[in-house]
């Protein structure tokens, strides 16, 4: 395993496991209705996070697909990607139903097992991460029809962002539905991996230890500090109502267009690749979180800014902006570590995909006290690493072993 394919296994096994926090997190009442793991008042970058998957998924496409010139490469790409998603998905889907105990009708559980929910009925909220491998998906098939008529990803990236803003603008003078938009903002991340996966492009650089990690830090901060509420407040601009429309239609918005930089930043930091415009983004991010942060106190006060639970990120920031200044490496005992949690990324699809399902079912028996809340929660994470190793590493390899006759060695799905 080469140094760049460690880092991202990493930064995938961070991003899966925030993911997991977050949804435990969010659905603390569900997990226990008498205890909480949110005692540390801060909560994972899950939804930050899934936006990282998809330019982690563009990244890993781009960079183990040859050009698809024919339909027997095409009809290849389609076998390998589906074989990826499929089976552990049917599994998840099952699974899901199972602990839905009846809630939905045979109609609903048929359009979540093939990848359209989204559009067309309702996601099993027992598994809310479903909707983005449907936004998956359909990614997959849209880049058939870009590698096969060598369309120029950098261009496409820059007509994709155009669109968006013509979206944005003319939502003020019209309903503009937000799944289109979704789905258009979600692809522009996507696209981004893929166009960077061509990295004879770019220059090659020896980023030290810190600034890797002042990178990570601001994956964990800068979701609290998104200047798109204050300016829209600013500028007394008024958001069209989609309270109309299903959840799952607009969980991806123009609030999410300032994470754009730094998902880009991740890629060039943990593959060791620089282009001109990364100070730019560094400091942009930096600079806009940091006046954000500022802006808080300033106009409500302290007493606001520690009961919305903004302390600890602000720590974060301050810590990366820190870091990225001390530019010096790390000791290589720090190693074992790495590779301890980029094994993570072997089992993540599976973890993110049975999480919140788990989740539900552990939340049917209340702990009666804090050391069975505390042996419940443990008893959970090994049911989750458990069950995932064995949907990676045995089911999914039996399926492979049954559509390949050699083994096809490659980076995972990426969500």
Known sequence: MNKHSINLDILRAVAALSVVFYHLSLLCKTFDPFFTIDVIRYRFPGHLCVLVFFILSGYVIGKNTKQLSNGPQIGEYLKKRLVRLVPIYVIAIIFTAFVAFGKYSFKTILSNLFFASVPFDDVMTENGPLWSLQFEIFYYLVFIGFSYWRLDLIKSIGVTFSVIAILFFASFKMVIPPLPVSILIGFAFWL?????????????????????????????????????????KFLKLKLPDYSGYSEFHQLITYYDIYFYPLAVLLILTLTRTYIKSFKFLLIFLMGFSTLVMLFIPVNYNWQYFIQKNYPIPAMLLLTSIILWAMNTNFKTSLNPLKHRIASISDISYA????????????????????????????????????LSYFLEMKYQVWIKSLFFKKKTIGMSAGS
């Open 192 to 232: 981004t991996g893929a166009a960077l996966a061509d990295q004879n492009t770019y220059v090659a650089w020896q980023i030290k230890g810190s600034r890797v990690m002042s990178v990570f830090l601001l994956l964990f901060s800068i979701a609290y500090f998104n200047p798109y509420a204050p300016v829209i």
């Open 351 to 386: 973890i993110y995909i049975i999480h919140s399902p788990l989740i539900y079912l552990f939340g049917i028996y209340p702990a009666q006290s804090w050391f069975a809340f505390t042996v419940k929660l443990l008893l959970y994470f090994v049911t989750l690493i458990l």
